[in-house]
């Protein structure tokens, strides 16, 4: 007999209603924003998918094969967000840090 985890609510739909009630940055004018919703929507429908076969009791290499690509979603975010940091402008007024050189 196996253990089944208790089940609050789909994350999924908690995530989406959270999703919805911002708005989604256009493609258009922030792509590397909407690659990383499009990965972290990705990533969460993975998510859920383990969740509901850990739940039935599945194990095997099926299972090892969706958290691995789970694994990979995250590691692409993970560089994407790396890229927006690394672009972002060093002398912005949220960044904190800036020109320490006086006007003369």
Do not use: W
């Amino acid at each position: 007999m196996t253990t089944q985890r208790p089940r609050l609510g789909s994350l999924s739909a908690m995530r989406a209603e959270k999703r919805q009630s911002g708005d989604k940055y256009p493609a258009r004018l922030f792509p590397v924003q909407h690659e990383i919703q499009k990965l972290e929507d990705e990533l969460n429908a993975f998510n859920d998918r383990i969740a509901e076969l850990e739940n039935e009791g599945h194990r095997g290499h099926a299972m090892e094969v969706l958290k691995a690509n789970a694994i990979d979603f995250a590691r692409q975010i993970d560089e994407l967000r790396c890229e927006l940091a690394e672009s972002a402008p060093k002398d912005a007024p949220n960044g904190k840090i800036l020109n320490s050189r006086p006007k003369i």
